[in-house]
C-alpha cells in the first residue's frame, strides 16, 4: 500500500471513531484504538508493517514532553523532585520486584522474569498524558503525582537499556521454542519515511516476528548508536554532559535570537518549520549520545517555559503531536496478534488482570507516604496501572540481546497491549464509580441541621462563597448546604458553619428551614439541578425570594421559565468590567466608561427579559428564527443607542473619575432581575 492511501486510511478511521467515541464518554484515545483493531485486517491484507509504522508515530511521545516541559518552570520543577525520586523511584524498583518474583514463580529464570519485571513497570506516557489533558485533570494531586512517575520512568530507561544486555544467555534461549512465523503475518514495509534502524536488514522489519536490535535505537532513547560504545566511559560522560548544556544554553540563548531572525521573514510557515527543527534537532542529538530523546525534549521545553515564544513553539508543535499520538494509538490497536490472543485467550487476559491489578495495588500503597489523598489516590493508582509504549522497544531490544525467547515476548507484547487497550476503561471506572463517590460525603448521609437561619445559601464554592462571606459581613445569619465533602472539610477548617447535604432534596430544604426562610441563593454547579430546584420552591415556597447563578445566557432563559426572577450570570460583571477597563485603556474618560459600562448593563437586562420569552428550549438557539430575528435588531439597538449618546463633558478635564449627578442616571425601569 503506496503512502497516500496509508494516509487516508488512518485518517478516515480517525475521523469515523474518535467523535463516536467522545460522544458515549469514551475518549479519543479508546477512539483511535478501536480504529486501529478495525484497520488490522486491512493492514493485514495489504502487508503493511504495523511495527516500523509504531515508532514512526512514537516521535509523538517526543513532542508531547517538549510541550509538557513548556507548562513547567524550573522552579516548579525542582518543587517536585521529592515525588520524582522518591514516589518515581519506589514505583519503578517496587513494580519490578513484585513482577520478577511473580515471574519467578511461575517457572522462570531470574534473568528471564528481571528483563520482564523492568519491561512492565512502565506506563504509558503517551495515553496517560494524554488523557489527563482532555480530563483537564493535570493540575490535579493525581495528575502532578502520575507525571511524576512517568518523568522518572523515561529517565530510567536509560539504565535499563545498560543493565539489560547483562542478562544475556544465549545457552537459556535454547531451552525455548520459537514457532516459525506465519508467511501471512510479515508485512510489508509501508513507502513512509522510517528513522534510522526502523527496518531490518533485508528492509522487513516485521520478519521473525520483531524488529531486532535496530529497533533499539528508537525515538524514547533506546540504545545509542554503535559508535559510541568504542569511545571510553569518561568521554562518553563528557558527551552525555555536553549534550545537555548544549541544550540548556541553546534553550535559553540561542533559541529568542533564532526566532527574532526568523521573524523578519515574516512568514508563519517558517515559525513551523523552525518549531520542528529545533524539537527532532534535538532528538537527535540526545539519540546520539545514548540518551533519551524525550527527555532531551521534556528539558528543551522546561527551559524556554519563560521564554516569549513559548506561546509561538506550543501552537506550533500541537498540531504535529496530536496528529502523531493518534497515529501511534492506532498502530497500537492493529499491532495486536489476534490469533495468538483467541489462541491463548484465558491466559493473556488474565496475565492483563493481574498486571493491572497488581500496579494498581503498588500505586495505592505508595500513595500514602506521599501524601495522594482522596479521588487523586484512585486516579493515580488507575491511571498508571498499565504497560506503556517502552514495552514494544524494550521487548525488541531484549530478544535481540537474547534476555527474553521470543515465544514469551510474544505473549508479553500482547499483555502490553491490551492493557493499554483497557486503560480508558481505567479512566472511565474513575469518572462514573469513584469520582462521584468522593464528591459525597463518605457516609453518603446529610448532616443534621441544628439551626435556622432566613437565608439559606445552596453551594458554597468560588460563587456562593462569595454572597456568603458579603453577608456574614454584613451581619447576616446563613444556613450553607454543601454536597462536596472535601470542600466542607476545608470550610470548617476555617471557621464556617457549614452542612453535608444536596440542597435538591425537598426535605434536606425543609430541614434547613425553607418553610420559614426569607432568601434562597442558588449557587450549585449543576445547571439542571439548579433549576429544579427553583422549579420546586417557586411551586412549594413561593414566599421565598430567590436568587440563582446562571452559567450562561440559555441557563438564564431556564431558570426565568422556573420562576426565578433575580439571576446573576456568574461571568457577566467581570466581563462587563474587563470591557469598562478596555475603554479607559483606549482613551475613553473613566466617567463615560462607566456610563458606558451602565448603559450596557441596563440595555442588556431589557433585552434578556425580552428574549427570554423567545427562547424555547426543545430548540436549539440557532434554528429558533424568532429568537435570531429579534436578537439581530436587539443588538443594532444596543450599538446606535451606546455610539450616539454623546460624551460626558465637551473637553475632557484631567481627572481620575467624576462622580455620576442625576442626568446621568438611566430614566425609567432598569429593568432590574437579570445580571
Known sequence: MDFLSLAFLFLVAGMISVP??????????????IAGIALSPILSAFRVDVVSLQHFAEFGVVMMLFLVGL??????????????????????????????????????????ALGLGLIFALSSTAIVLQTLGEKGLMRSDGGQASFSVLLFQDIAVIPMLALIPLLASP?????????????????????????????????HAAEDGHAGEDHAGEDHGPAAPGWIDTIPGWKRALLTVGAIALVVVGGSWLTPRLFRYIALARLRELFVATALCMVVGIALLMNLVGLSPALGTFLAGVVLANSEYRHELESD??????????????????????????????????????????????????????????????????????????????????????????????????VVALSMLLTPGLFILYDRVIAPRFSISGEH??????????????????????????LLGAGYRTVVLDHSSAQLDMLRAFGFKVFFGDA???????????????????????RDQ?????????????????????????????????????????TFD??????????????????????MARGFVDIDRRTMRELANLYDPEIPTHQNKPYIERSRALRAETEAAMTGGGTAYDARIERGWAPPVGRDEPEGDPAKGIE
Open 445 to 470: 448521609a446529610a448532616d443534621e441541621i441544628d439551626e435556622e437561619a432566613p437565608i439559606i445559601i445552596a453551594g458554597h464554592g468560588r460563587w456562593g462563597g462569595i454572597v456568603n462571606r458579603l
Open 504 to 526: 435538591s432534596r425537598p426535605d434536606l430544604l425543609v430541614a434547613a428551614g425553607i418553610e420559614r426562610a426569607k432568601m434562597l441563593v442558588v449557587a450549585i454547579d449543576d
Open 574 to 595: 467581570s466581563g462587563v468590567r474587563a470591557g469598562r477597563s478596555a475603554l479607559e485603556a483606549l482613551g475613553v474618560h473613566p466617567f463615560d466608561a462607566e456610563r
Open 20 to 33: 463516536l467515541a467522545s460522544k458515549f464518554g469514551l475518549g479519543s484515545v479508546l477512539g483511535y484504538l
Open 171 to 203: 545457552a537459556l534461549m535454547d531451552s525455548y521454542v520459537t514457532p516459525p512465523e506465519p508467511v501471512e503475518t510479515q508485512l510489508e514495509a509501508p513507502e513512509i519515511p522510517m528513522e534510522d534502524g526502523a527496518q531490518a536488514e533485508d528492509g
Open 530 to 570: 439548579a433549576t429544579e430546584i427553583v422549579r420546586h420552591v417557586r411551586k412549594h415556597h413561593p414566599h421565598v425570594y430567590i436568587i440563582a447563578r446562571a452559567r450562561d445566557r440559555n441557563h438564564v432563559y431556564e431558570l426565568w421559565g422556573a420562576g426565578c426572577r433575580d439571576i446573576i450570570r456568574e
Open 71 to 112: 507548562e513547567l518552570e524550573p522552579k516548579m520543577l525542582w518543587q517536585m523532585k521529592a515525588r520524582l525520586l522518591g514516589l518515581g523511584g519506589l514505583q519503578v524498583g517496587v513494580t519490578t520486584l513484585a513482577v520478577m518474583g511473580i515471574a519467578m514463580a511461575l517457572g522462570l529464570e531470574w534473568s528471564i
Open 317 to 414: 508543535v500541537d498540531p504535529f503531536r496530536g496528529m502523531l499520538l493518534g497515529l501511534f494509538f492506532m498502530t497500537v490497536g492493529a499491532g495486536i496478534d489476534f490469533a495468538l490472543l483467541w489462541d491463548r485467550l484465558f491466559t493473556i487476559v488474565g496475565l492483563t488482570v493481574g498486571l493491572i491489578a497488581l500496579k494498581a495495588v503498588i500505586l495505592l500503597a505508595l500513595s500514602y507516604p506521599f501524601r495522594v489523598t482522596g479521588p487523586n489516590r484512585w486516579l493515580f493508582a488507575l491511571g498508571l496501572a498499565q504497560a506503556g509504549e517502552f514495552g514494544f522497544v524494550l521487548l525488541s531490544f531484549t530478544t535481540s540481546v537474547q534476555v527474553v525467547p521470543q515465544a514469551i515476548a510474544d505473549v508479553a507484547l500482547l
